[in-house]
């Protein structure tokens, strides 16, 4: 069974820094691409960027909208997806959920989402 | 970036009627379009894929049609554990774009 569990969200101060992680297990993580991709609430999902699968190198892609703040990283040894978010804002309040996707196509399985709130 | 607009963005329906939600797309995207159902306080769960490909344990009465800029996700008879919020989402292009969503409620 596919299985995604966020962690490490929480109450961080605006202009803070947080790092979010996602362990995966049930499938062969080196051949997903994995994502992070957040919700307001009562908002849509945003995209906010992804890490490739092995075969095509694990490199990075993100939304523009957190690039250069945002960094995804994972650790395939033991199965961990990792979000380190620097300089962070009261509009990054949101429900962060990492998803995985094959090289393209939908995101099939995604976790139960962790909430990080930007608050003085 | 390319943008979704889905509509309408509430739908208010009985039980054991037929749906259409309709997503367009900003720019012409093939088929790279896929609809998602979020229930209250859950994650999103994907429905179809590719427009039109079905999911295994998704239910029959859902399907999706369209290609180019105009995609429709189609519920056969609404069940009650239908109502949620369905969103579509393009696989095309960087960045990954989701529409604002329909939320479908009981009448």
């Known amino acids: 069974e596919v299985k995604l569990l966020e962690s490490g969200g929480g109450l961080v101060q605006p202009g803070g820094s947080m790092r979010l992680s996602c362990a995966a297990s049930?499938?062969?993580?080196?051949?997903?691409?994995m994502n992070w991709i957040r919700q307001p609430a009562g908002k849509a999902p945003e995209w906010l960027g992804f890490?490739?699968?092995?075969?095509?190198?694990?490199?990075?892609e993100y939304n523009p909208s957190v690039k250069g703040r945002f960094t995804i990283s994972r650790d395939n040894t033991q199965n961990m997806l990792y979000l380190q978010m620097n300089t962070l804002r009261a509009e990054d309040t949101a429900t962060y959920y990492c998803?995985?996707?094959?090289?393209?196509?939908?995101?099939?399985?995604w976790g139960q989402g962790v909430m990080v709130t930007v608050s003085s | 970036d390319i943008v979704l607009t889905q509509s309408p963005a509430t739908l208010s329906v009985t039980p054991g009627e037929s749906v259409s939600l309709s997503c367009r797309a900003s720019?012409?995207?093939?088929?790279?379009i896929h609809w998602y159902q979020q229930k209250s306080n859950e994650s999103p769960r994907l429905l179809i894929k590719?427009?039109?490909q079905s999911i295994s344990g998704i239910p029959s009465r859902f399907s999706g049609s369209g290609s180019g800029t105009d995609f429709t996700l189609s519920i056969n008879r609404v069940e009650s554990e239908d109502f949620s919020v369905y969103y579509c989402?393009?696989?095309?292009?960087?960045?990954?774009?989701f529409g604002a969503g329909t939320k479908l409620e009981l009448k």
């Open positions: 720019q012409g995207i093939s088929t790279s």
């Open positions: 590719y427009a039109s």
């Open positions: 049930g499938f062969t993580f080196t051949d997903f691409y």
């Open positions: 890490i490739r699968n092995k075969a095509n190198g694990y490199t990075t």
């Open positions: 989402q393009q696989s095309y292009s960087l960045p990954r774009t």
């Open positions: 998803a995985r996707r094959w090289t393209t196509g939908p995101f099939d399985y």
